[in-house]
């Protein structure tokens, strides 16, 4: 969130790249058919890291776009609090 501040655009972009994520989960599951998808047992190292690759992310996106571990609205950065916290320096008159 460095480049942008406002967070109703960076909702838009993690919608955006949530929906480029789950187009690879139906390719996935395309590719491996539903009992091949839901038989983990069957799976080849190739599946389970494509896979976790796959799911992975959709799991962190979602989290993001119902607003899990982003701080409310009117919140405090970490940088300032540590500001606020910080001893101010004595300025010195010459």
């Given at each position: 969130?460095?480049?942008?501040?406002?967070?109703?655009?960076?909702?838009?972009?993690?919608?955006?790249?949530?929906?480029?994520?789950?187009?690879?989960?139906?390719?996935?599951?395309?590719?491996?058919?539903?009992?091949?998808?839901?038989?983990?047992?069957?799976?080849?190292?190739?599946d389970v890291v494509t896979n976790s690759l796959n799911v992975l992310p959709v799991?962190?996106?979602?989290?993001?776009?119902?607003?899990?571990?982003?701080?409310?609205?009117?919140?405090?950065?970490?940088?300032?609090?540590?500001?606020?916290?910080?001893?101010?320096?004595?300025?010195?008159?010459?």
């Amino acid at each position: 969130m460095r480049v942008v501040k406002d967070r109703k655009t960076w909702w838009w972009i993690v919608l955006g790249l949530i929906l480029c994520d789950l187009g690879h989960c139906y390719a996935a599951w395309c590719e491996m058919g539903t009992r091949g998808v839901l038989d983990l047992r069957s799976w080849s190292q190739k599946d389970v890291v494509t896979n976790s690759l796959n799911v992975l992310p959709v799991l962190v996106r979602a989290a993001y776009l119902v607003g899990l571990g982003v701080p409310g609205e009117g919140a405090e950065s970490r940088k300032e609090i540590e500001d606020r916290k910080a001893p101010k320096k004595a300025s010195r008159k010459a």
